[in-house]
């Protein structure tokens, strides 16, 4: 079988992302929110929120190493950019507010 003929191999101008999943930043925020307001944060929704991050990170490392990256592609890191920074945003609040 050569590489045509592989239903793993996409077309260039094809944008599969690695997860099929975009983290709940409106949940996150209500959960920062209510963290900021009683004083203490959810050590299970930090957790959460930094693996969320990390995979936004991985996604974006998958994008900006396709080199047939067009238009579409490069509105798409955009906003996962855009979404890498208001969680990173969010964590940095909630992370003083979890305790150890």
């Known amino acids: 079988m050569n590489l045509q003929q592989?239903?793993?191999?996409?077309?260039?101008?094809?944008f599969v992302p690695l997860f099929d999943w975009r983290p709940d930043i409106?949940?996150?925020?209500?959960?920062?929110?209510?963290?900021?307001?009683s004083g203490r944060g959810d050590p299970l929704t930090l957790g959460e929120?930094?693996?969320?991050?990390?995979?936004i990170d991985a996604e974006?490392?998958?994008?900006r190493g396709d080199e047939?990256?067009?238009a579409r592609k490069r509105a798409i890191i955009q906003e996962w950019i855009a979404l890498r920074g208001r969680l990173a945003r969010l964590i940095a609040v909630m992370e003083p507010l979890v305790a150890e």
């Open 26 to 37: 409106a949940r996150f925020e209500r959960d920062v929110d209510r963290a900021t307001k």
């Open 68 to 70: 047939h990256a067009d």
């Open 49 to 55: 929120m930094q693996c969320s991050l990390d995979l």
């Open 6 to 14: 592989s239903k793993s191999v996409t077309a260039a101008d094809q």
């Open 60 to 63: 974006l490392l998958a994008l």
